[in-house]
């Protein structure tokens, strides 16, 4: 049974920074793409990253380029967003997501796997 978990989600002033984690279980392939996404209250889900635990490629969009960084553990099981230069309209719940290839990462309904989500708000 495959699951994930995620921490590290809090409440921060603009200009801070958080870091995610995913901790992935109980998926038997070696390599795999992991995922992050985020919902804002009204909003629909939308892709911020994504990762290919095999090769290491990373996929962002555009809005957090440069803020934020995809990458895995050393045991590749393990999943983490570092959030830099937050800003109010970050503001959501993050999930990481899992599906056998990256191609279409940013296409939600593409993920087999999904976490249960955790809050980051950032306030101005």
């Known amino acids: 049974q495959v699951q994930l978990v995620e921490s590290g989600g809090g409440s921060v002033q603009a200009g801070g920074s958080l870091t995610l984690s995913c901790a992935a279980s109980?998926?038997?392939?070696?390599?795999?793409?992991m995922g992050w996404f985020r919902q804002a209250p009204g909003k629909e889900r939308e892709a911020v990253a994504a990762?290919?635990?095999?090769?290491?490629?990373?996929y962002y969009t555009d809005s957090v380029k440069g803020r934020f960084t995809i990458s895995q553990g050393n045991a590749k099981n393990t999943l983490y967003l570092k959030m830099n230069s937050l800003k109010p309209e970050d503001t959501a719940v993050y999930y990481c997501a899992l599906k056998n290839y990256c191609g279409g990462w940013f296409v939600p309904s593409s993920y087999n796997y999904w976490g249960q989500g955790t809050q980051v708000t950032v306030s101005s």
């Open positions: 990762i290919a635990t095999g090769s290491g490629t990373t």
């Open positions: 109980g998926y038997t392939y070696s390599s795999y793409c």
